[in-house]
């Protein structure tokens, strides 16, 4: 029997298959990611069915009537070459016509077609790993708690509107929402460094990820005011998190490979952003980890 493909939105039960897909893909997505790409845009995830089986995905997320992104695009290796990814496609693209500016994260050998949709290229995006014990190599980032006029605060003690803020001057589009499940979920651990007149100078995550085959960490988002500032948080985020962590950086900011190279990283992919319309015109220089390459 052949079936026509049914494309209809994401639901609570599928999170669990979207996450397997994501894992055996080599995504390495976060422990509760995929819930929270859905809670971002309830209407920019969907599913595609045959005779009511999923075999493929993808999240078309608007952001806010200015920018949206383009990510978790799957099919089942044994459905490819049908046109069903064409047709998923086809759907989320819909979904952000009519926004000034799209972004997406491309696959090497997946540049041309997105070009061929009106994709250009802005920056590489580069995957770095790191293993070890839980100590990074260079001891001697850190600030002296006693001199130093910031403070590391961890979890809940963080005023979300002090990330929100920070955020929102070093990303594409402001994301409160996003930020709030983001920061807010129990799995992993969150910090922030803030002066002692409230004001935050960079924060992050790692959360627990689910690699191909085992399980590691994925630190993201991760934004500093300094390479300085971003080594603080990296070591104090990474510490007793033994095994394999994962970190996405953007290739506009000239002070990546320099601080994490001193750290102990190692490159080990990567993909290229893409944005179609308007490039969001922003320096990244302050940025250091993306939360995640599925949304941006």
């Known amino acids: 029997m052949t079936f026509s493909l049914e494309i209809r939105p994401l639901e609570q039960i599928d999170i669990p298959q979207i996450t397997k897909w994501a894992r055996n893909e080599g995504f390495a997505p976060g422990i509760g990611d995929v819930g929270i790409y859905r809670h971002t845009d309830n209407q920019g995830l969907w599913v595609g069915c045959l005779g009511g089986l999923p075999i493929g995905c993808i999240a078309g997320v608007r952001y806010n009537s200015s920018y949206g992104f383009l990510g978790l695009f799957l099919v089942e290796k044994k459905h490819r070459g049908n046109g069903y990814g ?5 759907h989320a693209l819909a979904h952000l016509e009519d926004l000034p500016c799209i972004g997406l994260e491309a696959a090497p050998d997946r540049v041309k077609d997105y070009s061929d949709w009106g994709f250009k290229k802005s920056s590489p ?10 100590e990074l190599r260079d001891q ?9 006029e910031l403070m590391v605060i961890e979890g809940g003690s963080i005023p979300s509107m002090v990330a929100q803020s920070y955020d929102a001057k070093r990303e594409p589009s402001p994301r409160p929402h996003f930020l709030s499940d983001w920061l807010k979920h ?12 409230g004001f935050c ?32 948080l990296l070591r104090r985020l990474v510490k007793n998190h033994p095994g394999k962590v994962l970190l996405d950086a953007p290739g506009l900011n000239p002070n990546v490979t ?27 220089n302050e940025v250091y980890g993306l939360a995640c390459l599925e949304l941006g």
Not at 125 to 134: A, C, D, K, L, M
Not at 186 to 197: E, F, K, M, Q, S
Not at 265 to 284: A, C, D, K, N
């Open 186 to 197: 129990p799995a992993g651990t969150v910090l922030a460094l803030v002066d002692r007149n």
């Open 140 to 148: 001697d980032i850190d600030i002296e708690d006693k001199n130093s």
């Open 258 to 284: 320099p601080l994490l190279s001193r750290l102990g990283f190692e490159v080990i992919s990567q993909t290229i952003r893409m944005y179609r319309g308007l490039q969001p015109p922003l320096l990244m």
């Open 201 to 232: 100078h960079g924060f992050g995550r790692i959360r627990p990820c689910l690699l191909r085959n085992e399980e590691g960490w994925r630190v993201g988002p991760l934004l500093a005011d300094s390479p300085a500032l971003a080594g603080i």
């Open 125 to 134: 995006t580069t995957r770095w790993q790191w293993i070890g014990e839980g």
């Open 86 to 90: 064409l047709a998923l496609w086809k």
